[in-house]
Nanobody, 120 residues
Framework: QLQASGGGLVQAGGSLRLFCAAS????????MGWFRQTPGKEREFVAV????????YYADSVKGRFTISRDNAKNTVYLQMNSLKVEDTAVYYC???????????????WGQGTLVTVSS
């Protein structure tokens, strides 16, 4: 139901844009979130955007560097990542949920993940 893409290898200070395409049924009624996970750690909230795209919220660790957006006509959510740091290295997941929330357990649908590697 969700297909994430756009990950890759980038040097510190660089930028990447992640994409997450969803089915219309999944996308139209959902808040969309991005999470990330590194080996041995729990999945971490990154950003969320409301159904109308009128409201966004970010983890403190990415605030001012990452921007979440969505195109409801294309059923796609984006994560623009600028000024990347080595500690941003992770598998990034998109998710669709019923509410505007930072809790991973509140999301019903998950993409397969896309790997972002930031080198020093």
């Amino acid at each position: 139901q969700l297909q994430a893409s756009g990950g890759g290898l980038v040097q510190a200070g660089g930028s990447l844009r992640l994409f997450c395409a969803a089915s219309e049924r999944t996308f139209s009624s959902a808040a969309m979130g991005w999470f990330r996970q590194t080996p041995g750690k729990e999945r971490e909230f990154v950003a969320v955007i409301s159904r109308s795209a009128g409201t966004t919220y970010y983890a403190d660790s990415v605030k001012g560097r990452f921007t979440i957006s969505r195109d409801n006509a294309k059923n796609t959510v984006y994560l623009q990542m600028n000024s990347l740091k080595v500690e941003d290295t992770a598998v990034y997941y998109c998710a669709a949920g019923r509410g505007f929330t930072v809790r991973s357990r509140d999301y019903d649908y998950w993409g397969q993940g896309t790997l972002v590697t930031v080198s020093s």
